[in-house]
């Protein structure tokens, strides 16, 4: 089992920045592919970015793409999602997600584990 506890979310000015940190803890983290979602109020949750388990590869979806960068901390266990350059349309509940079977993580069915999510609301 996997829990994953996300945090750095809040409000933000258009333009602006954030840094989200999802920390996980209960397996060898290095082993796990780790991505980020998000969901707006009534849309579906959608791919944001994944990163392998050694960091060395990663995946964006095109509306984050050039403004938004995942990372990792292997001795850390923990992965980030910086977000520069922030749009109101950003603005939404931020997932952090784990699985141990399936890279690029970029469908909300790929994922074996989920954090409760963490607020982000980007003000126009």
């Known amino acids: 089992q996997v829990q994953l506890v996300e945090s750095g979310g809040g409000l933000q000015q258009a333009g602006g920045s954030l840094r989200l940190s999802c920390a996980a803890s209960?397996?060898?983290?290095?082993?796990?592919?780790m991505a980020w979602f998000r969901q707006a109020p009534g849309k579906e949750r959608e791919f944001v970015a994944t990163i392998t388990g050694a960091g060395g590869s990663t995946n964006y979806a095109d509306s984050v793409k050039g403004r938004f960068t995942i990372s990792r901390d292997n001795s850390a266990n923990t992965v980030y999602l910086q977000m520069n350059s922030l749009k109101p349309e950003d603005t939404a509940v931020y997932y952090c997600?784990?699985?141990?079977?399936?890279?690029?993580?970029?469908?909300?069915?790929?994922?074996?584990?989920w954090g409760q999510g963490t607020q982000v609301t980007v003000s126009s």
């Open positions: 997600a784990a699985s141990s079977r399936v890279f690029p993580i970029t469908s909300p069915t790929n994922p074996d584990y």
């Open positions: 209960g397996r060898t983290f290095s082993r796990l592919a």
